[in-house]
């Protein structure tokens, strides 16, 4: 599909963001037409969601990839120009932080998310009277709190793309119970269980290094270990939203 086709007029983006990003309060682009009706059948609906915390942006996206089969995310941004400058945008549906830490409003970001085509539903942790006014008088079509459970989270998408339920179980890829025992968890060494449970909390390799007080290459020599591991145990973990849901099931996430 080309950027004609969605609509978009990737020129008419591009002249607002200097000023988005300067913070200057930006102008109400013109109306826009709605989007596409949402597809059927087992179309998908592509998804962004743009977020500055790495690891939740990992998370939800493993998340849904496992448990929401009728949506695809096929942008993760952590900034506001990643987002608009990415070939994948628009989406059908982008799903925005509220709390971003750059000068870009939240009216900015969801007006020029829906004069490019796409329906936007903001998720926050601070879920006040006064964000939730701001989000929706934008034109965001939903507001949610990110303390809410992923699955309310996606059945709201789904009333706002015109979607049914699905009738999927849910696939619960929370940390185990305390005893239990995943029989594929690899045996993992003190070093290598400390430097993937630093990991998977958001520390990059180097932060990693300097917090179990070793060097670089002695923690990434551990990840290394860990993720040849696991692919041993027939459970790949080469990119990192898979090293943090393969810590999930086997319990090292705190």
């Known amino acids: 599909m080309t950027d004609s086709d ?7 983006i591009s002249e607002h963001v200097p000023t988005l990003i300067g913070g200057a309060r930006a102008a109400r682009p013109p109306a826009a037409a709605e989007p596409a009706p949402a597809p059927v059948g087992r179309d998908v ?6 977020d500055d915390h790495e690891v939740l942006l990992d998370s939800i996206s493993s998340w849904i990839s496992t448990n929401a089969t009728d949506f695809e995310v096929v942008l993760s941004a952590r900034t506001w120009l990643e987002l608009v400058h990415s070939a994948n945008f628009p989406t059908q549906l ?17 007006r020029t998310c829906r004069a490019a085509g796409a329906k936007v539903i903001v998720m926050s942790g601070l879920d006040t009277v006064d964000a939730r006014e701001r989000a929706l008088a934008a034109g965001a079509a939903a507001f949610v709190s ?16 015109g979607l049914a339920r699905t009738g999927e179980a849910q696939r619960d890829w929370r940390p185990l119970p305390v005893g239990a025992v995943n029989p594929n968890r690899p045996k ?23 917090l179990m007080n070793v060097r ?17 145990a027939n459970r790949p973990a080469s990119r990192k939203a898979d ?12």
């Not at 969605?6 to 008419?12: A, K, V």
């Not at 090293?243 to 705190?254: N, P, S, V």
Request: glycine share 4%.
């Open 6 to 12: 969605r609509g978009f007029d990737r020129e008419h």
């Open 45 to 50: 609906i592509r998804l962004a969601i743009l």
């Open 94 to 110: 982008v799903f925005i932080d509220f709390q971003l830490r750059e000068q870009v409003s939240i009216e900015a970001r969801v």
């Open 146 to 161: 990110k303390s809410q459970p992923l699955r309310e989270v996606m059945d709201m998408a789904r009333s706002v793309m």
């Open 188 to 210: 993992l060494s003190l070093g290598e269980l400390e430097a993937l449970k630093l990991y998977v909390a958001g520390n990059s390799t180097n932060e990693v290094a300097e």
């Open 216 to 232: 670089y290459e002695t923690a990434k020599t551990y990840l290394r270990r860990v993720r040849e591991k696991y692919a041993r």
């Open 243 to 254: 090293l943090i849901r393969r810590a999930a099931e086997d319990g090292y996430l705190q």
